[in-house]
């Protein structure tokens, strides 16, 4: 099976993944509906940086806790890649209620659709952070659950969602976890992103603790990763796959490569204010993607050396679109 004939929506399609994803979707030849949240501004996210005068691609405004708006948006479409959600660790802690009222909701709302509309697949995005602090290195899906922010909780709360309709009415889903995804375009909330625009623009770097590691993978293996489980969709109903690369890298080995690539020699200094919670922060992630290899028969390409030389080389030229994260990690 390729997307090449088919109908696609995007949810969360002005996101970092979801602008490249959809960037990718329409130069494949797929019909592609790209789902932004409404708001009064008509703000399109990241899709500003993505030619929207194909043909095959519309541009469709909502709120996906609307069900009327959700089945609308997923009429005619086959195949539904679901990335909306709210995303910021820190944020969850002020405002926990709204993680669940919208990521619980979204899935929810899809996944009934589905199920009248007759959809062929729900690729539906979970993530890296559902793991808590690794109890084996490397992570395969068995991992137990563990819910140490309010983010992670309302992201478990989504994937049971999706296990339950499997489940119950054989609903034609399948889960996905991405690691620590990287490159342009990605919100200074993220690590990498508020590491490189600190760096290019200050002589300080303000970071929390540069102790924990994570499993930072490239957006186009992400990308190449979220079509290869469409194109095998079938297959996968009702299974869970991790997307990483399998390599554990720790926040101070990542600010001295960006360092590097940068040629900064920007110091590294402690801001407590980027500090999670005690229990709450997750000390090590690292992916086992036996499982992806090989039912997709994919495995990453990018190194992060080489990933990192293009992102910075974006922020430099986007550097006064962002400003440097101010704790959001």
Sequence with gaps: MTLETASVLVTGAGGFIGSHLVEELVKIGAKVKAFVRYTSSGHLGNLKYVDDSAENLEIVMGDLKDPYACKKAMQDVDYVFHLASVISIPYSYRNPREY?????FFILNILQAAQELGTKAVIHTSTSEVYGTAEQVPIPESHPLKAQSPYSASKIAADKVAESFFRAFD???VTVRPFNTYGP???VRAVIPTIITQALSQKVILLGDTRPTRDFMYIEDTVRAFIEVATKAEKLFGKTLNFGTGIEVSIEELVNAIRTVAQTNAKVVFDATRIRPTKSEVNRLCADISLARKLLKWTP?????DGLKETVHWYRNYLSFYKPSKGYM
């Design 185 to 187: 375009r990605q919100s």
């Design 171 to 173: 609903s034609p889903v």
């Design 100 to 104: 669940f009222e919208n990521n619980v």
């Design 301 to 305: 390409k990018i190194a992060l050396e």
